[in-house]
């Protein structure tokens, strides 16, 4: 059985895919067994990423590039580490890449951040 905090986190979870996110499940070996789960969302000029190890651990992003360009380094223009209610709520909160409120000061990063 669920807890509510599991619970409320899955409805976040499914908004953020009713709005256009897409989620991928991370295996470490060929179980059933889901050991992360990775999750990006697609703007014009930039891609905001979602890492979720636990409910107490998780690492959000937006990176310059588009779609065409997520296997490759990218340019860091924001993150947030820390609980995945934490890391949704500052992702909604962002304001849309070509505002001009939108983190736009980039700094470069030598990979992805892995579990």
């Known amino acids: 059985m669920l807890s509510d905090q599991q619970t409320v986190l899955i409805g976040l979870l499914a908004e953020l895919r009713a709005c256009g996110w897409t989620f991928v499940a991370i295996n470490a070996d060929d179980t059933t067994e889901v050991d992360a789960l990775f999750g990006a969302y697609f703007h014009p000029t930039c891609v905001d990423t979602l890492h979720v190890r636990s409910e107490s651990e998780s690492h959000a992003a937006r990176l310059r590039g588009g779609q065409s360009e997520l296997v490759s380094r990218k340019d860091v223009l924001w993150t947030f580490t820390g609980p995945l209610v934490d890391a949704i709520a500052h992702l909604v909160d962002l304001p849309e890449p070509d505002t001009r409120t939108a983190p736009n000061?980039?700094?470069?990063?030598?990979?992805l951040w892995l579990p």
């Open 105 to 111: 000061l980039a700094r470069s990063t030598s990979g």
